[in-house]
């Protein structure tokens, strides 16, 4: 099973990194930040990062708050209102190559849409890649890694993901579905009703999560914007909604992922949006995946996911 997610990270690996330029409006330039406070945050105890010599710091680009250099894992919960609150939750994982995380496009605001929906969510802080200490470097670093991207997404000869594997990632996915289970009670979590959703490479996780991990149980997935390379689909595979724009540089075509889970018959939505390029977050004016969000709760209510 391992083979199968060497093609999803080879395409994965710069995940948010390579949002076009019609995505947003916002200056592309990186500017150092502060650390914001993370209210609510909570450590998940998972370690560190090997050869990590550089802190975790943040930058803002096309207006988002990004986190590089996370080598301590955290979960933020953002709880439904008990007045609307269904039991459903989800855990969201958002995107960055594994090198950052959008912690504001693919993280904040999705939990707080969620949240407002009467779902609970977990924000996933995951450990990263190590990156160079100064942003300058850093954007060198990035640089080489798209010129690696842009040749493997296209590319189907099977490859490493550079920078090794997901078992700091999956540890934390893992840690944080064990952390919400052990406070389903407090939280108001029907742990029969949790979900996992991912943007670019936190899809990846998602997806690594669904196949990989013995310890989570996941009553369903939603990949945003992530690889569509062929799996090998378990036994009591969770029903999957999935959204990508054509013009997003991962999607070349590839419909092998929405195969895979119709031939494992299990339940499967996929919508492919005629522009959004990548990184579209919740959406953004004048694309057609802008709509993405409302589909999803459609199809969790039509499901009976989010039932009072």
Partial sequence: MQRQFIRFFQSLVLGFCLVSSAAFAQDGKMYP?????????IPLGTGGVDDQPAKESWFRQWGDPMARNISTATLTPFLADPKKATGTSVIVAPGGGFMW?????????????LAARGINAFVLKYRLQPTADSLEAFETQ?????????KNSSDKTPRARPGGNLENQLEDAEAAYALIESRAKEWNVDMKKIGMMGFSAGAGLTMATTLQSKKVKLAFIAPIYGGMNAVEVPKNA???????????FLFHGEFGLI?????AKVPVEFHLYQNGGHGFGLGNPDRTSNKWFDAFMHWLDVNKFIQH
């Avoid at 995380?101 to 849409?113: H, K, T």
């Avoid at 990035?142 to 842009?150: C, I, K, L, P, S």
């Fill in 142 to 150: 990035m640089t080489q890694r798209f010129a690696e991207a842009a």
């Fill in 259 to 263: 195969k895979s889970w119709y031939d």
């Fill in 101 to 113: 995380l959008s912690m504001g496009n693919e993280g904040w605001e999705v939990a707080e849409a």
């Fill in 238 to 248: 969770p029903p999957m909604f999935a959204a990508i724009a054509v013009d997003d």
């Fill in 33 to 41: 930040i502060e650390a914001p406070k993370e209210p609510g945050a």
